[in-house]
Nanobody, 127 residues
Framework: QVQLVESGGGLVQPGGSLRLSCAAS????????IGWFRQAPGKEREGVSC????????YYADSVKGRFTISRDNAKNTVYLQMNSLKPEDTAVYYC????????????????????WGQGTQVTVSS
């Protein structure tokens, strides 16, 4: 059974950090480009980051560039999203997905092409 499970969300103060995990089961994560996107209440989905499987290239939305880092641990079959200097506007449910061409950072949400995605993890940035 192919499955992605996000974890690591929580409540953090502005300026704080969180590390989100995207664990895969049923397939080898290293064979796939993995994207992260988020959705805040009442707002459209927003692409956050993507890690290519072909050459390891990383991509980030302008809103998170310099603050978020995407990485992969093949031994744990997990992709991470390290989030630093968090802001209240980062509050959202964060999802990971298999995204063969990193559409999550190249296209509008209506044109995203995902294989599988998880159930999401809530991130709340508030004092």
């Amino acid at each position: 059974q192919v499955q992605l499970v996000e974890s690591g969300g929580g409540l953090v103060q502005p300026g704080g950090s969180l590390r989100l995990s995207c664990a895969a089961s049923g397939f080898i994560l290293d064979y796939y480009a993995i994207g992260w996107f988020r959705q805040a209440p009442g707002k459209e989905r927003e692409g956050v980051s993507c890690l290519s499987n072909s050459d390891g290239s990383t991509y980030y939305a302008d809103s998170v560039k310099g603050r978020f880092t995407i990485s992969r641990d093949n031994a744990k079959n997990t992709v991470y999203l390290q989030m630093n200097s968090l802001k209240p506007e980062d509050t959202a449910v964060y999802y990971c997905a298999t995204d063969p061409t990193c559409t999550v950072v190249r296209a509008t949400p209506d044109n995203w092409v995902f294989g599988s995605w998880g159930q999401g993890t809530q991130v709340t940035v508030s004092s």
